[in-house]
């Protein structure tokens, strides 16, 4: 097995939570590596193009005030900002930005290649290696061996995962990319206890197939309030949201396909 190279930490996967660890790390002066499957994936924002919400934005605030880079990035890429649950009291308001990807994308890769003391790698983590509960390392799907003192896994979906549409179901880290199995077992022959939690993705629409004047147009906060405590301010054009409404024929086509969906079967 050939060895490349020493690390303090390494971190598996580049999405919200391994971007935030590979950038902490490095700031504490740690000589860190972050692996990704695809450099043109990192922080792809695959589940749902928005950040905060109820019960989230305050976590990305508190990511914020403990110097991490959600908030920054979130700004730059906003392109909806707008407080939820004004009506109410506020204990319960909470900031929700609706995200242009390709903007969130660049913006937090920019920042992750121009951090000192981060290298990031792609390539695909097959094995941990540990040693009298200790772990020394990791291994890629090409049999280099990546020593360091500490290995953080943030793979989200990838691990053993499997994608569901309708009653048909495929290995798949996310639609078109590879599923991670070798550190899937890895982990498990490390004594850790596996299992899945279901995530669900919203379709893509083309707008040019959707008839906005059947929609109520639904702007943002004006002016926007941004998420971190260090912007000034959003300077990113912002865009409505279009709120449409079921009815009793919705409700009947979502009963008639409820046998065939994997949530309920």
């Avoid at 893509?204 to 943002?220: E, Y």
């Amino acid at each position: 097995m050939f060895k490349e190279q020493d690390y303090d930490v390494i971190v598996v996967g580049a999405g919200h939570a391994g971007c935030e660890a590979a950038l902490s790390a490095a700031r504490l002066g740690m000589e860190t590596c972050l692996f990704t499957i695809n450099l043109d994936t990192i922080a792809h924002l695959s589940c749902n193009p928005a950040v905060g919400g109820l019960a989230k934005g305050h976590l990305v605030r508190e990511i914020d005030a403990l110097g991490g880079e959600m908030a920054k990035v979130t700004d730059q890429a906003g392109i909806q900002f707008r407080m939820l649950n004004l009506s109410k009291g506020p204990a319960v308001w909470s900031l929700r930005a609706q995200i242009d990807r390709m903007l969130y994308k660049r913006a937090m890769r920019r920042s992750l290649e121009r951090q000192e003391r981060l290298v990031i790698k792609q390539g695909m983590v097959e094995r941990i290696v540990a040693e009298g509960g200790t772990v020394k390392g990791v291994v890629s799907s090409l049999g280099v061996f990546y020593a360091a003192r500490a290995v953080v896994v943030t793979t989200g979906t990838f691990l053993k995962g499997l994608i569901h549409i309708g009653l048909e179901n495929f290995q798949a880290g996310r639609a078109g990319e590879f599923p991670s199995i070798g550190l899937s077992d890895s982990l498990r022959e490390l004594g850790l206890e596996m299992g899945r939690l279901k995530t669900g993705t919203p379709p893509r629409l083309d707008s040019r197939s959707i008839d906005f004047s059947r929609t109520t147009p639904q702007w943002g906060d004006d002016p926007p309030v941004p998420f971190s405590y260090s912007t000034e301010r959003i300077t990113n054009p912002q865009l409505p949201c279009y709120i449409t409404y079921t009815n009793q024929k919705t409700h009947e086509i979502i009963r008639g396909g409820l046998d065939r969906s994997p949530l309920y079967s």
